[in-house]
């Protein structure tokens, strides 16, 4: 987003749309700000800190779910995945 400079110029904002996005629906979770760079460890005791407050501990624990990622063999994995199931 663009903002007047001191001399009437226009400035960048140093956060982009997506971002100030993400730091107003973080706000409204937790009225802190989003994580950052931080450790893997601290980053999913925050997930398991936002699914507390939302009270999804449960729906989430029943999920029945395959995680694929990678950067080939993706459509592969998941059509024989599909098939096995």
């Avoid at 100030?20 to 398991?48: P, Q, W, Y």
């Avoid at 507390?52 to 998941?78: D, P």
């Amino acid at each position: 987003m663009a903002e007047e400079g001191d001399n009437g110029s226009l400035k960048s904002s140093p956060l982009t749309p997506y971002e100030e996005a993400l730091e107003a629906l973080s706000s409204l979770i937790t009225k802190r700000t989003r994580v950052g760079d931080v450790n893997m460890e601290e980053r999913f005791s925050v997930l398991f800190e936002y699914l507390k407050m939302l009270e999804l501990e449960e729906a989430i624990s029943n999920l029945k779910v395959i995680h694929v990622a990678g950067t080939k063999g993706k459509v592969l994995s998941l059509i024989f995945n599909r098939w096995l199931l």
